[in-house]
T-cell receptor, first 113, second 112 residues
Framework: DVKVTQSSRYLVKRTGEKVFLECVQD?????MFWYRQDPGLGLRLIYF???????EKGDIPEGYSVSREKKERFSLILESASTNQTSMYLC????????????FGPGTRLTVL | KQEVTQIPAALSVPEGENLVLNCSFT??????LQWFRQDPGKGLTSLLL?????REQTSGRLNASLDKSSGRSTLYIAASQPGDSATYLC???????????FGTGTRLQVFP
């Protein structure tokens, strides 16, 4: 079974803090994604990576950065957290050899106070 | 620009009913279409993926169909159970990208 894990299920941070969300997959997938999910807005893509050290902006990259130093790990960084970044963050991975079927982690519920 | 729509937004049915969830997309140039299930506060679970060359996929009580020419996909759930209660999302992968375009989901409640 494909396993995508996220470092925290729940996280509470203060405005202005630097926040790291970690995602690890164990299926040697080339592609990894970060989404946020908000009521009424659905899933929105923040960033994705199609290879180590490669990244591409999604629909809402402002206020976020990412890092992919190893194939299995994709980090989302909030340089200076703000209250409007309170959300559910979901990580996913996929491979073109399996028709890009995306597999998701359990999510991190981030609250910024 | 690809847009994915799911109707209805919410559905409540008695246990045992067969039901159909709808997904429509505006651009037929898709590589595949994927259906997911999401339980409250959890991540998404992949249910079925239909490649563009396929017409349908089946897994247990679930059957998903794809009609690219009309821009529609349906998820059929047979003999629904309370454990099927969740939000169901569809997502289309356009050609020349690895990204998915998601619908906003159908929230299903199956009551005993």
């Amino acid at each position: 079974d494909v396993k995508v894990t996220q470092s925290s299920r729940y996280l509470v941070k203060r405005t202005g803090e630097k926040v790291f969300l970690e995602c690890v997959q164990d299926m040697d997938h080339e592609n990894m994604f970060w989404y946020r999910q908000d009521p009424g807005l659905g899933l929105r893509l923040i960033y994705f990576s199609y290879d180590v050290k490669m990244k591409e902006k999604g629909d809402i990259p402002e206020g976020y950065s990412v890092s992919r130093e190893k194939k299995e790990r994709f980090s989302l960084i909030l340089e200076s957290a703000s209250t409007n970044q309170t959300s559910m963050y979901l990580c996913a991975s996929s491979s073109s050899t399996t028709y890009n079927e995306q597999f998701f982690g359990p999510g991190t519920r981030l609250t910024v106070l | 620009k690809q847009e994915v729509t799911q109707i209805p937004a919410a559905l409540s049915v008695p246990e045992g009913e067969n039901l159909v969830l709808n997904c429509s997309f505006t651009d037929s140039a898709i590589y595949n279409l994927q259906w997911f299930r999401q339980d409250p506060g959890k991540g998404l679970t992949s249910l079925l993926l239909i490649q563009s060359s396929q017409r349908e996929q089946t897994s247990g009580r679930l059957n998903a169909s794809l009609d690219k020419s009309s821009g529609r996909s349906t998820l059929y759930i047979a003999a629904s159970q309370p454990g099927d209660s969740a939000t169901y999302l569809c997502a289309a992968q356009p050609y020349n990208t690895d990204k998915l375009i998601f619908g906003t989901g159908t929230r299903l409640q199956v009551f005993p």
